[in-house]
């Protein structure tokens, strides 16, 4: 005998089952062209599984995170910090009775935009847009997610929710808002995105102070004498001495690592809780319409961590190592850009035929954003062999 499964009720059981200030796939604001109900998948995972078949995912493999790829294979990269992004935004959704489809794939999709070479190679872009309009890592993947994936039949870009889009997009200027449509407008009105969106700002946060204090370690760029300066790591480090007094150095790290993350998401859940129900929050429109985040950390705990935040950025980001690998990247970048822009029948073919059309519609500006879209694709290897082919010719 057959057990009917009745995959329409367990989809609204599932919905019934959340928190009432979750994002309910079935109350979503849709997709820009609306392609009807999928079968077997609510909306959100529709969304997720987009980003998981897209090439601007596979390509997060080869994108350096702070460590050059090829510098160890232990290194994170950008596609390793996403699925730890995904990984603690999804329990910490859980454990808040939040939408974790919705909240995996604003995970997933949060560094699509990414160029090559970590922060070194957004800024690069950036300023090599100066005066195009900019470049920002965070409205980029938006923009992949929109127009530059080519994937569907039918549209340009993944077509995903409305839900998903906003929560991609952490932060805007009140310029760019008001030319960006529905997904602009709390940026003007000030209001918040949902509860999913704004926790995986913050796991992206978790994620990447303690892999890079990870990765940190093992290159040797930092040491854990000089992470004990920092509360939050002594802290632990204490704790995970005088329990196992005789560990080896790297479970050590490795402990007080995954300690500070425990710390870091109970006190989100912890204060997060306390906010929803100090505002007598019952649904996600009134997570919206609140003037400030909802998920947060203590006052004690965003302290504790911003002190961290600080010594990467003093002893890891600005050592003299890293600064020399982001000096060769902005190099790259740069005349990558500037080729390409004073020279555009060097693109390949379609970006060619594009170049030519943008630079008819709007001038200059338009030539440089296809450029610039051209070059954020890239990987960090791609770069490298592309600097070196265009050097050669
Ligand atoms: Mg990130």
New binding site residues.
Partial sequence: MTIAYDLEKELRLHEQSLAPYATRSSESRGRALDEGECENRSEFQRDRDRVIHSKAFRRLEYKTQVFINHEGDLYRTRLT??IE?AQIARSISRALGLNEDLTEAIALA??LGHTAFGHAGQDALNICMRNYGGFEHNLQSLRVVDTLEEKYAQFDGLNLTFETREGILKHCSLKNARSMGLVGERFIQRTQPGLEAQLTNIA?EIA?NNHDVDDGLRSGLITIEQLRQVEIFEHQFQQVAEKYPLLNPKRQSNEVIRRIINQLIQDLLQTTRANLSENNIRSAAEVKAMQTMLAAFSPDTKRQNAALKSFLHKNLYQHERVQEMSASAQTVITELFETFFNQPDQLPEKHLRLAQLMREKEGDFGLARVVADYIAGMTDRYALSQHQQLKMS
């Fill in positions: 910090h996403s992004v949060h560094d992206d990447y």
